[in-house]
């Protein structure tokens, strides 16, 4: 797919809520470096964007294979910075499957736009990724409908695992401070204890050899 790229980014969707609530978000970007307090100012443009309806294409809200995160889930790329210092993306979960329990390495917003979901919030206990060890403990278990969203702020709120607990797929709507399909980052086994590097991709766009790392 050949997305809109300017200087302003890569739109793989170009709608107008969806340029509303990039420039919204450059916007308090400019005017704000705290991730903290960052998420707290989006949190009204990311509650209009998901609250509109007739933005999001049939393509990217449906389940895919191929998929890097497994249990046939869609990772589709809506926008990118010029830097890869944001993206936005949509994540389409099949009835029944659950993501790996994952991390994000950066600030974001997470909310649902169709569909119902559970969400297991773990906080790490103690951790050497270099050993491939981290003993994670469970803090919490949410329910998420259409419409409702949280933040992650790394180190504290950022790993957790997501299951789709409607009998239709579940699609969220993600904005993340870089570029998480590409970037590696970490999947756990909180059995095991065990933790291990993990790139998701995206399903619409690969990312290239630059950013293998
Ligand atoms: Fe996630």
Same mark, same amino acid.
């Given at each position: 797919m050949t997305p809109n790229v300017a200087a302003d980014g890569e739109y793989y969707v170009d709608a107008p809520a969806v340029r509303a609530f990039i420039a919204a978000v450059e916007a308090a970007r400019a005017a704000e470096p705290d991730p903290a307090r960052l998420v707290e100012r989006l949190r009204p443009a990311f509650s209009r964007l998901l609250q509109? @309806? #007739?933005?999001?294409?049939d393509e990217f809200a449906r389940p895919y294979?191929?998929? #890097?995160?497994?249990?046939g889930i869609g990772q589709y790329l809506l926008y990118r910075s010029a830097d890869r210092s944001l993206t936005l993306f949509s994540l389409v979960i099949p009835a029944g499957s659950t993501t790996p329990? $994952? @991390? $994000?390495?950066a600030w974001g917003l997470v909310g649902l736009y169709r569909g119902e979901q559970i969400e297991r919030v773990y906080s790490p206990i103690a951790t050497d990724y270099d050993a491939g060890l981290a003993k994670l403990e469970l803090i919490d278990e949410r329910p998420l409908r259409a419409g409702e969203f949280y933040t992650l702020l790394p180190p504290t709120d950022d790993i957790h695992s997501v299951t789709t607990t409607s009998s239709e797929p579940s699609i969220s709507i993600h904005l993340l401070g870089n570029d998480a399909g590409c970037i590696v980052r970490h999947r756990f086994d909180p059995d095991a204890e065990a933790v291990a590097p993990f790139r998701s991709g995206y399903s619409n766009v690969p990312c290239g050899e630059e950013a293998a790392g």
């Open positions: 509109a @309806d #007739g933005w999001l294409p294979e191929a998929s #890097g995160m497994g249990g329990v $994952h @991390d $994000h390495l």
